[in-house]
C-alpha cells in the first residue's frame, strides 16, 4: 500500500519494514502475531530496555510505523480497533538544520576544480548541481541522462511520490554539466550504454549515496572543513539558505525544493533569523556591555 498508492520512497519502505520487525521480534517471544498485539502490548514494547534507550526521532518514527500499520489493518477489515489510538508521540524539538556559508561554498568548488583527473570533473559537476538546484542526493544519482539533454536551462525531478517538477539551472551548474558530459563515457561499466546521468559499475548501475557521500567529505578537507560538516543534505540546505537570503520567496523555494507543505520550507527563515541574532550579538557594541 505504501509503495502503490503513496509513491514512498524505498528507504521510507525499508524503514518501515525495519520498525515492524522489531515489533514483531518483542512479540513472537510472548506468543503474538503482529497483526494481533493490543494496546498493552505496544505499551510494553515501547517501555521495554532496548526501545527506551533510542531517540525521541526514532522512537517518534516506530511509533508512526506502528499507527500507520494498524490503521491500515483496521481500514482492510483485519480488525475492528486501533491499538495505537492512545500512543503518546515523544516531544520533538525541531533542529535548525546545517548548513554552509557561501564562502564555505566558494571554497568547495575551488576544491573541485583542482581536484585531479576525470574524477574532479564528475565530483565538480555533483558539488555544483546540489548546490545550484537542491535536489535530494536520491534524485540527483536517479536521474536519466535525458534530463541532462532536454533544455539545459531546467532539470525534470521526479522527487518524493513520484511527484515531477522542474527545477531551472543557473550558468555555472550548466556550465559544470557539459563538461561532465564530455568525459561521462569514461564512466560506463565495460563501456555498455547506460541510462542514468551518473553511471556507475554497481549493482545499481548509478553511483550510490554512499560512495557521493565519501566523495563530499573527502572534498571537504581538501577545502579546509571538517569532513563532518558536509553531506548532500548539507548543500540542500545550503541552496535554500543562501536563496531566502538573497530575497527569494517562501513559495518559490517550496517549490523548487519538492515540499509538499510549505511549513517544512519555514524552517529555513529560523536559519536565517538564528543568523542575525548570533551577528547582532557578536557585533553589535551594546551586546558586550555588563
Known amino acids: 500500500m505504501l509503495a502503490?498508492?503513496?509513491?514512498?520512497?524505498?528507504l521510507t519502505l525499508a524503514a518501515y519494514q525495519n520498525d515492524l520487525s522489531n515489533l514483531a521480534g518483542f512479540l513472537a517471544p510472548r506468543g503474538v502475531a503482529l497483526e494481533a498485539a493490543d494496546r498493552e502490548r505496544l505499551h510494553a514494547y515501547l517501555a521495554?530496555?532496548?526501545?527506551?534507550?533510542?531517540?525521541?526521532?526514532?522512537?517518534?518514527?516506530?511509533?508512526?510505523?506502528?499507527?500507520?500499520?494498524?490503521?491500515?489493518?483496521?481500514?482492510?477489515?483485519?480488525?475492528?480497533?486501533?491499538?495505537?489510538?492512545?500512543?503518546?508521540?515523544?516531544?520533538?524539538?525541531?533542529?535548525?538544520?546545517?548548513?554552509?556559508?557561501?564562502?564555505?561554498?566558494?571554497?568547495?568548488?575551488?576544491?573541485?576544480?583542482?581536484?585531479?583527473?576525470?574524477?574532479?570533473?564528475?565530483?565538480?559537476?555533483?558539488?555544483?548541481?546540489?548546490?545550484?538546484?537542491?535536489?535530494?542526493?536520491?534524485?540527483?544519482?536517479t536521474l536519466p541522462l535525458a534530463a541532462a539533454r532536454r533544455d539545459p536551462r531546467f532539470l525534470a525531478i521526479s522527487g518524493k511520490g513520484g511527484k515531477e517538477r522542474v527545477v531551472p539551472l543557473g550558468e555555472p551548474g550548466r556550465a559544470a554539466l557539459r563538461k561532465y558530459l564530455e568525459c561521462r563515457t569514461d564512466f560506463l561499466p565495460d563501456s555498455r550504454p547506460s541510462r542514468w546521468l551518473f553511471p556507475s559499475r554497481g549493482r545499481a548501475g548509478h553511483l550510490t549515496r554512499q560512495r557521493?557521500?565519501?566523495?563530499?567529505?573527502?572534498?571537504?578537507?581538501?577545502?579546509?572543513?571538517?569532513?563532518?560538516?558536509?553531506?548532500?543534505?548539507?548543500?540542500?540546505?545550503?541552496?535554500a539558505s543562501h536563496l531566502l537570503d538573497h530575497g527569494a520567496d517562501l513559495r518559490s523555494v517550496q517549490q523548487m525544493l519538492g515540499h509538499a507543505d510549505i511549513a517544512t520550507t519555514q524552517i529555513y527563515t529560523h536559519v536565517e533569523t538564528e543568523r542575525l541574532r548570533k551577528l547582532v550579538e557578536s557585533a553589535h557594541p551594546l551586546a558586550h556591555r555588563r
Not at 502503490?4 to 524505498?10: K, L, N, S, Y
Not at 555533483?126 to 535536489?135: K, S, V
Request: contains cysteine.
Open 212 to 239: 557521493t557521500g565519501q566523495l563530499l567529505k573527502e572534498l571537504a578537507a581538501k577545502a579546509g572543513l571538517h569532513p563532518d560538516r558536509l553531506s548532500p543534505h548539507v548543500l540542500r540546505h545550503a541552496f
Open 48 to 141: 521495554s530496555p532496548a526501545t527506551a534507550r533510542l531517540s525521541p526521532r526514532t522512537l517518534a518514527r516506530r511509533i508512526s510505523a506502528m499507527r500507520q500499520f494498524y490503521k491500515f489493518l483496521l481500514l482492510e477489515g483485519v480488525r475492528q480497533d486501533d491499538p495505537t489510538a492512545e500512543l503518546d508521540t515523544p516531544r520533538l524539538g525541531r533542529p535548525l538544520p546545517k548548513t554552509l556559508s557561501e564562502t564555505e561554498i566558494k571554497s568547495l568548488i575551488d576544491a573541485a576544480q583542482s581536484w585531479p583527473g576525470k574524477e574532479g570533473i564528475r565530483l565538480g559537476c555533483i558539488l555544483e548541481l546540489l548546490y545550484a538546484t537542491g535536489l535530494r542526493v536520491s534524485e540527483l544519482l
Open 4 to 10: 502503490a498508492e503513496r509513491g514512498a520512497a524505498p
